[in-house]
């Protein structure tokens, strides 16, 4: 149980379009959703927090308006990197937590973004 | 605040060898403490967890133990296999909130 799923796995997008990345809960209701960012070598960095049907909580330094979060259901929520330039190529992972409110996080297999 | 320190790596063995990768914590409140593993091009994978102190997680070989009076989660195994070659990530848990170390890359050779 608990899995997540991100689609798609690898994109690669002119600069200047928008690209959007779906994360899923597949066997359980995420109250809660994670956005993560990951550098090359680097540990993972928190962009954002969504909850069902509220708006995303950014964390600071991260562009509201570059990066759109919605959680349009409680297995359901989406990244949108709007305008996307080459700066923006990464590795972007989400995470999801149960609404049993266990203190865990689960994490979907990540989404490789290449802005040419 | 809230933080994970964990050894730099990279970390190269041989199979068979013992492995140990620190990861010492800072938090307020009662956090809970996790191994992730990270395989290339992939995302994260709980490895193990303990919620309090004095807890053990223990998972595919590896152990760690939540040790309060040090503030440290130490990763363990007593024989690496090359398959156990990762990216490994210390994090803590606290108000739901997650904090992740820098993470340590291991390469187990033949």
């Given at each position: ?73 409680l ?42 | ?19 140990t ?8 409140g ?22 309090k ?10 152990e ?14 007593g ?13 803590l ?15 187990v050779?033949?």
């Amino acid at each position: 149980g608990a899995v997540v799923s991100q689609h798609p796995s690898r994109v690669i997008c002119k600069s200047g379009t928008s690209v959007k990345i779906e994360c899923r809960s597949l066997d359980f209701q995420a109250t809660t959703m994670f956005w993560y960012r990951q550098f090359p070598k680097k540990s993972l960095m928190l962009m954002a927090t969504s909850n069902e049907g509220s708006k995303a909580t950014y964390e600071q330094g991260v562009e509201k308006d570059k990066f759109l979060i919605n959680h349009a259901s409680l297995t359901l929520s989406t990244l949108t990197v709007t305008s996307a330039h080459p700066e923006d190529s990464s590795f972007y992972i989400c995470s999801a937590q149960t609404d049993r409110g266990y203190n865990e996080q689960f994490f979907g297999p990540g989404t490789r973004l290449t802005v040419l | 605040g809230n933080s994970v320190t964990q050894m730099e790596g990279p970390v190269t063995l041989s199979e068979e060898a013992f492995l140990t990768i620190n990861c010492t914590y800072t938090a307020t409140g009662y956090p809970s403490l996790f191994w992730y593993v990270q395989y290339p091009g992939e995302g994260l994978q709980l490895l193990l967890k303990a919620t309090k102190a004095d807890d053990k997680g223990s998972n595919k070989g590896f152990e760690a133990t939540y040790r309060k009076e040090t503030t440290s989660f130490h990763l363990e195994k007593g024989s690496v296999q090359v398959s156990d070659s990762a990216v490994y990530f210390c994090a803590l848990s606290v108000l739901n909130q997650f904090y992740f170390g820098t993470g340590t890359s291991l390469t187990v050779i033949p």
